[in-house]
């Protein structure tokens, strides 16, 4: 579990995921970058396009995001709102 | 009162407390549901909020159109409120609480937005302007109905078609209690939006613990301020607005809940009584024939 981190993905009224995740590739407005475990804090906006969510027990997940949204690192905790 | 009158009326009283016990279980079981939504929301509001305070200290919030506080000329009240009644002073306290709030501001220096019928027909019966009407009517809150309702609400407020927007709501404490509240939407200031978040806890029952969060170091922030800024402030706006949605509904529920209850306990002592009024009559019908048919007797015999 060294590896992994917090990850919320949240839309207003829905948590689309909460959990372990050991990375997450999100479409930034500058370009697609990738957030592992111990990432540097940061807030970013987001472009549209997909998240694709790697949780600890290896699972995939994908979400779509329209309209834009929001990422924030901190304390080994990412918190992406849509 | 004769008797059938009378047993037709313990019939009725019967059916009368059947549908209140049914009321009573529905919407025991809609709170719930509303509570369980509340707190699945409240992540989001209070990550937005995080990242919000974090970001500046709300140093630039301030200057952001969304947030930057005016001479309150022109006020825009959002009035949540039920669509039907049978949910005891629940309403009735919620258009109170409102009306008290916009003391001092002429008729005509209000917009109405209501959400649910009694609080439209309260200001409509007063002289005041409905700018939006929605029904209430859906047991679910709707995303896209809210969606409307921010976009109105902040595209009026950078038009300066107001200076001020509050929201008169009943917030949820616990089954028993729910308390007519008033807040101000915007401008967005952070203090409002924290209150906000820690009321999503109900004061008592089952999802009434909170977890507090801890400080944040410097951020790396791409790409502007500005920009997140604008992204973040009308979520955040929405994320509040939709929690007041949630509040309301429960308070509706178990509002509807306990009044149901006590019309249940109502009626069943309705039919205790009526019942033994009932048993009296009867009796006494009794004793009156038998005493005409004695009296009868001896007439006869003497």
Redesign the interface.
């Known amino acids: 579990m060294a590896n992994a981190f917090n990850l ?1 993905v ?6 689309l995921f ?1 959990g372990q995740a050991v990375s997450v590739v999100l479409p ?3 370009g697609v970058f990738q957030v592992l475990a111990h990432h ?6 987001l472009a549209e396009g997909q998240i694709h969510v790697v949780a600890a027990d290896g699972e995939t997940y994908h979400f779509d995001i329209e309209g ?3 990422a ?1 690192v ?2 080994n905790e990412a ?1 992406i ?1 849509l | 009162m004769a008797l059938k009158d009378i047993k037709a009326k313990i019939g009725s009283t019967n059916r009368t407390n059947k549908v209140t016990r049914a009321m009573e279980a529905v919407s025991a079981v809609k709170m719930r549901k509303t509570q369980e939504r509340a707190l699945k929301g409240r992540p989001y509001a209070r990550a937005a909020l995080q990242i919000l305070s974090r970001l500046s200290g709300g140093a630039d919030l301030v200057r952001h159109p969304l947030a930057r506080a005016r001479e309150p000329k022109r006020i825009a009240l959002v009035i949540i409120t039920s669509d039907k009644g049978l949910a005891g002073a629940l309403s009735a306290n919620v258009t109170k609480a409102a009306r008290e709030a916009l003391r001092g501001y002429p008729v005509e220096a209000v917009s109405v937005y209501a959400y649910g019928k009694k609080g439209m027909e309260f200001f409509t019966h007063r002289g005041y302007r409905i700018t939006g009407f929605w029904e209430n009517r859906i047991d679910e809150v709707e995303l896209s109905v809210m969606d409307r309702l921010v976009a109105d609400l902040t595209r009026a407020y950078a038009a300066e078609a107001f200076d001020r927007v509050i929201v008169a709501y009943s917030n949820f404490r616990s089954t028993f209690e729910q308390t007519p509240t008033i807040r101000t939407l915007l401008p967005l200031s952070l203090e409002e939006v924290r209150k906000l978040v820690e009321d999503i806890v109900p004061s008592k029952g089952k999802y009434s613990t909170l977890d507090r969060s801890q400080d944040v170091p410097a951020y790396t922030i791409e790409p502007e301020d500005a920009e997140l800024l604008d992204l973040l402030v009308p979520r955040l706006v929405a994320a509040s607005l939709y929690h007041m949605l949630l509040e309301s509904k429960a308070s509706e529920h178990s509002a509807r809940m306990v009044a149901m209850k006590s019309a249940s306990d109502k009626s069943k002592e309705v039919v205790r009584d009526l019942t033994r009024t009932y048993n009296k009559l009867r009796q006494a019908a009794i004793t009156r024939e038998v005493s005409e048919i004695v009296g009868g007797r001896e007439a006869l015999a003497s």
């Open positions: 919320t949240a839309r207003v009224g829905e948590n909460d930034g407005t500058e540097e804090p940061f807030v970013s906006r834009g949204g929001v924030e901190s304390h918190t709102l």
